[in-house]
C-alpha cells in the first residue's frame, strides 16, 4: 500500500483514519497542510503496544516535552470499526518524541519515519511547483491597473523634477562661472599693483600698512593678532605697567611677514620724572602685505563685509581660552 496517504474522513467532528490508512507512515493533514502521523503508526513501526505508546505521549505532553503545535488528540478505527482514541504528531513532535517511545524496533523504525517525512516533504514541494507552473498568468485587476497607472505616473514626474533641478543647478553654476570671472577681472588690477608694491624693498609700520592696504590701523592691529602674527605683553617701569606694545610672534617672523624695529622712548611718571622705556614697533614687511592684501580680497570677493573690532577681539579671546582649556586638559 502507499507510504503516502491523506486524510480526507471526518466523523463526529474528529478527525478520523480509516483502516486503510493505518499502513501510511505520514500524510498531509487536511486544513493546514501540515505533515503528521500518528501513535498507531509509531507503534506498529516499533512494535509497542498502542497504549504504552499512548501513555509515554501523555507524559511528554504533560511536562511540556511536546508543545500545543507538536501534536493533536484524535481518533482511528479498530479493526472491528470502533472509535478508539490516539494522537497525531507533526514532523517535529514526531522526532521529539520517537527517541523515548523504545520498543523491539524502535531503531529501524525511527529511520523509517524520518525517511517517510523527507520524501513527503519533497511530494509537497514537487506539486507545489507544478501547479504554480500550470496556472495560467493572472491579469491585474481594474483597481492593480490603476495603481500601475499612478505608480507609472509618480516615476515619470520625479524623473521631470531630476531633469529640471539638473537644468536649475547647470544654470546656477553657469552664472557663478561669470561672476568669478567679472571678479577676476575687477582684481587684477589691484594685484598688478600689488605685485609692483611688494617689489620695493622696504617695510612699514603698522599705520602705514593699513593704508596701503585700505582699513583702520586698529582694525590692521586686531586682524593680526587674530591671524597669530602679533600679540601683547606688558612693560613693568617702578612696579607700574606703563605701557603695552605689540610683539610679533616667533612663526610670523619666520615666515617673513612681520620684522621687529627696538627703539627708546621718553616717558615721564607721576612724580614727574622721565624714564626712557624700551619700544618694539613691529612693522609689516612686503611679504607680509602681500599676504595680507590677500586674505582681504578673499573676504571681499563675495561682497562681504570686513568682520568688525569687536568680531576680532571676541576671536581673539576664543583663540585664548581654547588654548588655555588645552594645557589644562594635558
Same mark, same amino acid.
Given at each position: 500500500?502507499?507510504?503516502?496517504?491523506?486524510?480526507?474522513?471526518?466523523?463526529?467532528?474528529?478527525?478520523?483514519?480509516?483502516?486503510?490508512?493505518?499502513?501510511?507512515?505520514?500524510?498531509?493533514?487536511?486544513?493546514?497542510?501540515?505533515?503528521?502521523?500518528?501513535?498507531?503508526?509509531?507503534?506498529?513501526?516499533?512494535?509497542?503496544?498502542?497504549?504504552?505508546?499512548?501513555?509515554?505521549?501523555?507524559?511528554?505532553?504533560?511536562?511540556?516535552?511536546?508543545?500545543?503545535?507538536?501534536?493533536?488528540?484524535?481518533?482511528?478505527?479498530?479493526?472491528?470499526?470502533?472509535? &478508539?482514541?490516539?494522537?497525531?504528531?507533526?514532523?517535529?513532535?514526531?522526532?521529539?518524541?520517537?527517541?523515548?517511545?523504545?520498543?523491539?524496533?524502535?531503531?529501524?523504525? &525511527?529511520?523509517?519515519?524520518?525517511?517517510?517525512?523527507?520524501?513527503?516533504?519533497?511530494?509537497?514541494?514537487?506539486?507545489?511547483?507544478?501547479?504554480?507552473?500550470?496556472?495560467?498568468?493572472?491579469?491585474?485587476?481594474?483597481?492593480?491597473?490603476?495603481?500601475? @497607472?499612478?505608480?507609472?505616473?509618480?516615476?515619470?514626474?520625479?524623473?521631470?523634477?531630476?531633469?529640471?533641478?539638473?537644468?536649475?543647478?547647470?544654470?546656477?553654476?553657469?552664472?557663478?562661472?561669470?561672476?568669478?570671472?567679472?571678479?577676476?577681472?575687477?582684481?587684477?588690477?589691484?594685484?598688478?599693483? #600689488?605685485?609692483?608694491?611688494?617689489?620695493?624693498?622696504?617695510?612699514?609700520?603698522?599705520?602705514?600698512?593699513?593704508?596701503?592696504?585700505?582699513?583702520?590701523?586698529?582694525?590692521?592691529? #586686531?586682524?593680526?593678532?587674530?591671524?597669530?602674527?602679533?600679540?601683547?605683553?606688558?612693560?613693568?617701569?617702578?612696579?607700574?605697567?606703563?605701557?603695552?606694545?605689540?610683539?610679533?610672534?616667533?612663526?610670523?617672523?619666520?615666515?617673513?611677514?612681520?620684522?621687529?624695529? @627696538?627703539?627708546?622712548?621718553?616717558?615721564?611718571?607721576?612724580?614727574?620724572?622721565?624714564?626712557?622705556?624700551?619700544?618694539?614697533?613691529?612693522?609689516?614687511?612686503?611679504?607680509?602685505?602681500?599676504?595680507?592684501?590677500?586674505?582681504?580680497?578673499?573676504?571681499?570677493?563675495?561682497?562681504?563685509?570686513?568682520?568688525?573690532?569687536?568680531?576680532?577681539?571676541?576671536?581673539?579671546?576664543?583663540?585664548?581660552?581654547?588654548?588655555?582649556?588645552?594645557?589644562?586638559?594635558?
Amino acid at each position: 500500500m502507499n507510504q503516502i496517504q491523506t486524510v480526507a474522513n471526518v466523523r463526529n467532528g474528529l478527525d478520523v483514519m480509516t483502516p486503510m490508512m493505518v499502513d501510511a507512515l505520514c500524510r498531509v493533514r487536511e486544513g493546514d497542510g501540515k505533515i503528521v502521523t500518528d501513535a498507531v503508526v509509531i507503534s506498529r513501526e516499533f512494535e509497542r503496544r498502542h497504549d504504552n505508546v499512548m501513555e509515554r505521549l501523555r507524559s511528554l505532553i504533560s511536562d511540556g516535552t511536546l508543545g500545543l503545535l507538536d501534536f493533536k488528540e484524535t481518533s482511528y478505527l479498530d479493526q472491528w470499526n470502533r472509535s &478508539q482514541p490516539t494522537i497525531e504528531l507533526t514532523e517535529r513532535g514526531a522526532l521529539i518524541a520517537m527517541p523515548f517511545i523504545g520498543g523491539k524496533k524502535s531503531r529501524a523504525g &525511527q529511520v523509517r519515519l524520518v525517511d517517510a517525512f523527507t520524501t513527503m516533504r519533497e511530494r509537497v514541494r514537487t506539486l507545489e511547483d507544478e501547479k504554480i507552473a500550470a496556472a495560467p498568468a493572472k491579469l491585474p485587476n481594474a483597481k492593480e491597473l490603476a495603481m500601475l @497607472v499612478i505608480a507609472e505616473s509618480d516615476r515619470a514626474d520625479r524623473a521631470e523634477e531630476r531633469a529640471s533641478d539638473e537644468e536649475r543647478r547647470a544654470v546656477r553654476a553657469e552664472a557663478r562661472v561669470h561672476l568669478l570671472s567679472d571678479k577676476v577681472d575687477e582684481l587684477l588690477p589691484a594685484a598688478h599693483a #600689488l605685485d609692483e608694491l611688494v617689489a620695493k624693498p622696504a617695510s612699514e609700520c603698522g599705520t602705514d600698512a593699513a593704508k596701503t592696504l585700505g582699513v583702520s590701523p586698529k582694525w590692521l592691529f #586686531l586682524y593680526m593678532q587674530s591671524i597669530e602674527w602679533i600679540y601683547k605683553r606688558g612693560v613693568r617701569s617702578g612696579g607700574q605697567a606703563v605701557s603695552i606694545p605689540w610683539t610679533m610672534t616667533d612663526e610670523a617672523w619666520k615666515q617673513g611677514y612681520v620684522e621687529r624695529n @627696538v627703539g627708546h622712548r621718553e616717558a615721564r611718571k607721576p612724580n614727574g620724572s622721565v624714564v626712557f622705556l624700551p619700544t618694539n614697533t613691529v612693522y609689516v614687511t612686503r611679504e607680509g602685505l602681500k599676504e595680507l592684501a590677500k586674505r582681504i580680497a578673499m573676504m571681499r570677493a563675495d561682497g562681504k563685509e570686513l568682520p568688525t573690532t569687536l568680531e576680532l577681539i571676541q576671536l581673539h579671546l576664543n583663540r585664548v581660552d581654547a588654548q588655555k582649556k588645552a594645557k589644562r586638559t594635558k
